[in-house]
């Protein structure tokens, strides 16, 4: 009997996977192709966009979309005044349009539809893509003989692992890779909770065993926000209480190894050249138009104002970076966008502790990343409203497993 159960799910199974339709391939094709080295993606994501337009029987305008269409025509605009040839300007300018436009179709096309056999897929897809981060991470450690296995002493020496010649997969900068681990593993973590309604710790080990390979503090504190918040709103009242005596006991090493806060301030952490940008920005805050100073100008104004510069594209935090390259209608069209993108979510039949749990994290990592038009934020949104459409969540009877 149990062998004829097994035969039927066996089957079952493999005829699941032989309905995968051409745009829930793509969708997982555009989740691959943003960690090929070789840049196909806006291609992949401009094709993906074609075809969940033609799949997408209603297209709403919502008020998110409103805001991200007056943000992209104001870039669009700065960029025409201040373009003199930069490939920089216009490869950013490309991605800022095919990104958003992904992000609308994509979402248009998730709401209105059956998305159970797509997460399987997504599920699949993303285990195939932290594996080979895994592999990329473990030539970067064998390259230096893994002296930096057990982390380093400085975000430069970090920094030092990323051997561009060894590069195949995900991207060759600590920050941005360390980045993409946190926005695409959190989803990952969390694709067991809404299937299945259970919490999967081999994920979570998993995801932060790379995050802490990668060398770079943004996932680690990233997961640790959603990690938290994830277990915190799945257990009673005795077991937050020993949660938070286990921070506090984890923290002193954390802070040490892990965040490396006593290296917080120096000029060779990435923590340190934040706090000299931002202290750039705000204290020539006059020298910034209420337009904006232009599309891409973020490098110029660092390169004229800050004690020094090393040659990051933005400012490192997403929301000064649009006021001083778009000025206020920017930054606030972009708020707007995000903060009306999240009660759009809300709206959905998900539990509300749910989408704190997915917007917090975020948010953390945009106060000290991006640009704003990232593909890795336009991945992690979607994927958000993906995992959204399963219906409500209830937290009090998740539960924990391998």
């Keep these: 009997m149990e062998g ?13 996977w032989r309905t995968i339709r ?9 989740l691959f192709s943003i960690f090929l080295p070789l840049k196909i993606y806006p291609v992949v994501l401009i094709v993906s ?15 998110w979309m409103v805001f991200l269409v007056i943000y992209s025509l104001y870039g669009v605009g700065s960029f025409a005044m201040v373009y003199n040839g930069e490939s920089f300007m216009l490869t950013n300018l490309v991605k800022l349009l095919v990104n958003f436009a992904f992000l609308y179709f994509a979402v248009s096309w998730l709401r209105d539809r059956d998305n159970s056999n797509l997460l399987k897929v997504v599920d699949f897809t993303l285990g195939i893509i932290f594996f080979l981060v895994f592999a990329q991470l473990l030539v970067y450690h064998q390259a230096l003989d893994f002296k930096l296995l057990y982390g380093s002493s400085s975000s430069g020496q970090a920094s030092s692992l990323y051997n561009k ?3 195949f997969w995900g991207l060759d900068d600590k920050n941005m890779f360390g980045a993409r681990i946190a926005m695409l593993g959190l989803p990952f ?3 067991p909770v809404v299937r299945h309604n259970k919490i999967s710790w081999w994920r979570i080990c ?8 990668s060398l770079s503090r943004t996932p680690i504190v990233a997961l640790m926000i959603g990690v938290f918040l994830l277990i915190w709103f799945s257990i009673g009242v005795r077991w937050r209480i020993i949660l938070v005596f286990s921070m506090g006991l984890i923290l002193p090493f954390i802070s040490e190894k892990l965040i490396r806060v006593d290296s917080l301030t120096a000029s060779n952490d990435g923590m340190g050249i934040r706090l000299v940008y931002w202290k750039a920005f705000f204290n020539n805050f006059s020298d910034i138009s209420v337009f904006g100073n232009g599309f891409m100008k973020a490098p110029e104004f660092l390169r004229q104002h800050a004690e020094f510069y090393r040659g990051e594209p933005h400012i490192h935090n997403t929301f000064l970076t649009s006021y001083l390259e778009l000025g206020v209608i920017g930054v606030i069209s972009y708020l707007l966008f995000l903060f009306y993108f999240y009660r759009d979510c809300v709206q959905m039949e998900t539990s509300q502790k749910f989408w704190m749990m997915v917007f917090i994290p975020i948010l953390a990592i945009m106060m ?3 640009s704003g038009y990232d593909n890795d934020i336009v991945m992690y949104l979607t994927l958000s409203v993906l ?6 969540i209830n937290f009090k009877t998740i539960r924990m497993g391998i």
């Design 22 to 30: 051409l745009s829930e391939a793509m969708f997982c094709l555009c």
């Design 387 to 392: 995992l959204g459409s399963f219906g409500v």
């Design 165 to 167: 010649a060894l590069y």
């Design 49 to 63: 966009s074609y075809i969940f337009f033609r799949e997408t029987e209603k297209f709403s305008l919502q008020k």
């Design 206 to 213: 998993g995801i932060f065993l790379l995050a802490f390979l």
């Design 189 to 191: 973590i969390l694709i």
């Design 4 to 16: 004829i159960k097994r035969q039927e799910s066996i089957s079952q199974e493999a005829g699941q």
């Design 368 to 370: 000290i990343l991006y």
